[in-house]
T-cell receptor, first 115, second 115 residues
Framework: GAVVSQHPSRVICKSGTSVKIECRSLDFQATTMFWYRQFPKQSLMLMATSNEGSKATYEQGVEKDKFLINHASLTLSTLTVTSAHPEDSSFYICSARGQFYNEQFFGPGTRLTVL | AQKVTQAQTEISVVEKEDVTLDCVYETRDTTYYLFWYKQPPSGELVFLIR??????QNEISGRYSWNFQKSTSSFNFTITASQVVDSAVYFC????????????FGQGTTLQVKP
């Protein structure tokens, strides 16, 4: 089956620093990737849709200048949390869309802790 | 837009009991897809099933079964003879044909299976 990886799996950083999270589709090309955020004991909330070679589409209420998304190739999308603050601490999960638009393959997630 | 409601926040059962997790969805799309995912404590989402709106056949996979009823907009999930390893958070999700395949998740149901 299709495999999606995320790196790092866990990151702890100081407030004010920027953190980059990578999402890779390992055995297929993904023109579309999605970024989700999950706070403890809550559901997954879609943050943005990342399309290869074009600007990401952000969901309402998500600050595009704070959460920078780059989808430079068909196998890699990155999410950069700029000037991270403790309230950005969360579990970030990416997914990559497969051949059919209704298929999504999820990465293992990245747990971000901002001190 | 889609909306998914999982009214059961937490369910606790004793091993070997059967348990049903409810899912009610809302969508204006005539073509849509419904999903169930399992999220164990590790956080990684485990895909369980995808069902399209034109296929109302119920499905059974081992101890798992799904009941899709368009008349009541429900897609319920039953675990037969539950096991401790079934303890996890279960998410129901919906993707419509009109919104680029974005997944909308329900709030999740935490299932605890006690030995």
């Amino acid at each position: 089956g299709a495999v999606v990886s995320q790196h790092p799996s866990r990151v702890i950083c100081k407030s004010g620093t920027s953190v980059k999270i990578e999402c890779r589709s390992l055995d297929f090309q993904a023109t579309t990737m999605f970024w989700y955020r999950q706070f403890p004991k809550q559901s997954l909330m879609l943050m943005a849709t990342s399309n290869e070679g074009s600007k990401a589409t952000y969901e309402q209420g998500v600050e595009k200048d704070k959460f920078l998304i780059n989808h430079a190739s068909l196998t890699l999308s990155t999410l950069t949390v700029t000037s991270a603050h403790p309230e950005d601490s969360s579990f970030y999960i990416c997914s990559a869309r497969g051949q059919f638009y209704n298929e999504q393959f999820f990465g293992p997630g990245t747990r971000l802790t901002v001190l | 837009a889609q909306k998914v409601t999982q009214a059961q926040t937490e369910i606790s059962v004793v091993e070997k009991e059967d348990v049903t997790l409810d899912c009610v969805y809302e969508t204006r799309d005539t073509t849509y897809y419904l999903f169930w995912y399992k999220q164990p404590p590790s956080g990684e989402l485990v895909f369980l099933i995808r069902r399209n709106s034109f296929d109302e056949q119920n499905e059974i996979s081992g101890r798992y079964s799904w009941n899709f009823q368009k008349s009541t907009s429900s897609f319920n999930f039953t675990i037969t003879a539950s096991q401790v390893v079934d303890s996890a958070v279960y998410f129901c999700a919906c993707a419509g044909s009109s919104n680029t395949g974005k997944l909308i998740f329900g709030q999740g149901t935490t299932l605890q299976v006690k030995p």
